[in-house]
């Protein structure tokens, strides 16, 4: 059986809002080898843009993240925060993707997160031994980067403008929850 997602499809909006959407343990029967092998960084940072966007229609805050093998560049784990929705401090994007990848080396993979990391999620990525995390936007957020770099963590900036849009527009509309996302309660 042909996958939908092949050597012939068009890398689309609407083929990676399938794989932003679609349970990462499924993707293999949407997308085969060909088609993945063709999804660019910037393809991979807009899935982490719409896991953002699907954040924020929840109610959420507007974070989504990709995991990535780097051998064969399937996707291995992706999230978005769902600190709103499941009442939880620390389901961030990173955590949520991390936690659908399960137990593996990580050392092998990207990290692709539609904003940069806070302080928890980059010591999470560094603890895990990620060996790479390419941020979609410093322009609303930014910090960690050196402290990534400095525990060895290859750091690209890749920023998307539709994920620097969302934020903006999040953080205009929900000053408390960006700041309780960051921060806690105070």
């Known amino acids: 059986m042909q996958s939908l997602l092949n050597e012939k499809t068009q890398v689309t909006e609407a083929a990676l809002k399938a794989i932003a959407h679609m349970p990462t343990a499924s993707l293999s ?7 993945i092998r063709r999804l660019s960084d910037a393809d991979l940072m807009r899935v982490a843009v719409l896991l953002a966007r699907k954040s924020y229609d929840e109610g ?48 092998q993979t990207t990290l692709f997160t539609s904003l940069s990391p806070c302080e928890i999620c980059a010591t999470l990525l560094h603890m895990r031994g990620v060996s790479r995390v390419v941020v979609g936007d410093i322009t609303n957020a930014a910090g960690t980067e ?3 770099r400095e525990k060895g963590v290859q750091v690209d900036i890749l920023e998307d403008t539709q994920g ?17 996302d960051w921060k806690g309660m105070r």
């Not at 029967?29 to 088609?35: I, K, W």
């Not at 949520?96 to 080396?105: E, I, N, T, V």
Request: aromatic fraction near 6%; include cysteine.
């Open 29 to 35: 029967a949407l997308m085969d080898e060909a088609f």
């Open 60 to 107: 959420g805050c507007p974070i989504g993240a990709v995991i990535i093998d780097n051998v064969t560049r399937r996707i291995v784990g992706k999230g978005h925060n769902t600190l709103v929705q499941e009442n939880h401090p620390y389901n961030h994007g990173e955590t949520a993707a991390m936690r659908d990848a399960g137990r593996l080396d990580f050392s």
């Open 146 to 148: 050196a402290l990534l």
């Open 164 to 180: 620097i849009t969302l934020y903006a527009r999040f953080r205009e509309e929900n000053p408390e929850l960006e700041r309780e």
